[in-house]
T-cell receptor, first 114, second 116 residues
Framework: QQQVKQSPQSLIVQKGGISIINCAYE??????FPWYQQFPGKGPALLIA?????SEKKEGRFTISFNKSAKQFSLHIMDSQPGDSATYFC?????????????FGQGTTLQVKP | KAGVTQTPRYLIKTRGQQVTLSCSPI?????VSWYQQTPGQGLQFLFE???????NKGNFPGRFSGRQFSNSRSEMNVSTLELGDSALYLC???????????????FGPGTRLTVL
C-alpha cells in the first residue's frame, strides 16, 4: 500500500514532442504528489507538485494530470527540449502522520533527441 | 538563500568501518529527511527528524542511525559498513512537513559513499 509505481522506465522523445510519464498509487491517504527532476551528479529538484483537490496543474511546459478515482497521476512535458533529458521521479507523501516521508516511483530516464 | 548542503560529497570506506554524513538544511527549515539512492532500489526513505526528534523511520537495519541538532543540522551514521551500503545518500529539508504550502522537500547534492 506504500508503493508508487512509475512507467515507463525509459523514454525517448524527439525535440518538440510531448513526454508523458505515468504513476499509480495504492494508499488513498496520500495527499501530496510531487515530481522531481534529477540530472547526473545532482540531487533531485522539485519540478511541480499537486494535491488531490485539483485534477490538473500547469507550470510552463510541465503539466500534472491527476485522477483521484483511478489513483493515477501523470507528468506531461510539452515541447520537450534536449535540456529536459534527465531522470524524473514521481512521489507521494501523506498518509499516517503526515511526516516528511516521500515514497518515490522507480524513475523514468528521459532522452530528448535534437 | 543557500540550498541544502551535504558533506562530504564523496567518501570511500572499507567493509566493517563506520561513516558519518552531515547535512545542513536551508535556513529556517526544521525538518530533515534522509534517503538512500541506488540503481537497483531507487530512492528509499531512511528517516526524518523534526525539532531534534526522529518522527519516522524507513525499513533499514539498526546500523543506520541519525540525529538532529538544535540548529536543525543533521547527521546520519552507518556502522559496520557492508558492500550493499554503497549508494548516494541524499538529505532533504522542509519547513513544516505535512502542512500544505510548507512541506516541499528540497534536496541536497548528496554524498556518494563507496564501500570496498
Amino acid at each position: 500500500q506504500q508503493q508508487v509505481k512509475q512507467s515507463p522506465q525509459s523514454l525517448i522523445v524527439q525535440k518538440g514532442g510531448i513526454s508523458i510519464i505515468n504513476c499509480a498509487y495504492e494508499n488513498t491517504a496520500f495527499d501530496y504528489f510531487p515530481w522531481y527532476q534529477q540530472f547526473p551528479g545532482k540531487g533531485p529538484a522539485l519540478l511541480i507538485a499537486i494535491r488531490p483537490d485539483v485534477s490538473e496543474k500547469k507550470e510552463g511546459r510541465f503539466t500534472i494530470s491527476f485522477n483521484k478515482s483511478a489513483k493515477q497521476f501523470s507528468l506531461h512535458i510539452m515541447d520537450s527540449q534536449p535540456g529536459d533529458s534527465a531522470t524524473y521521479f514521481c512521489a507521494a507523501n501523506g498518509g499516517s502522520g503526515n511526516t516528511g516521508k516521500l515514497i518515490f516511483g522507480q524513475g523514468t530516464t528521459l532522452q530528448v533527441k535534437p | 538563500k543557500a540550498g541544502v548542503t551535504q558533506t562530504p560529497r564523496y567518501l570511500i570506506k572499507t567493509r566493517g568501518q563506520q561513516v558519518t554524513l552531515s547535512c545542513s538544511p536551508i535556513s529556517g527549515h526544521r525538518s530533515v529527511s534522509w534517503y538512500q539512492q541506488t540503481p537497483g532500489q531507487g530512492l528509499q526513505f531512511l528517516f526524518e527528524y523534526f525539532s531534534e526528534t526522529q518522527r519516522n523511520k524507513g525499513n533499514f537495519p539498526g546500523r543506520f542511525s541519525g540525529r538532529q541538532f538544535s540548529n536543525s543540522r543533521s547527521e546520519m551514521n552507518v556502522s559496520t559498513l557492508e558492500l550493499g551500503d554503497s549508494a548516494l545518500y541524499l538529505c532533504a529539508s522542509s519547513t513544516l512537513p505535512g502542512l500544505a504550502g510548507t512541506d516541499t522537500q528540497y534536496f541536497g547534492p548528496g554524498t556518494r559513499l563507496t564501500v570496498l
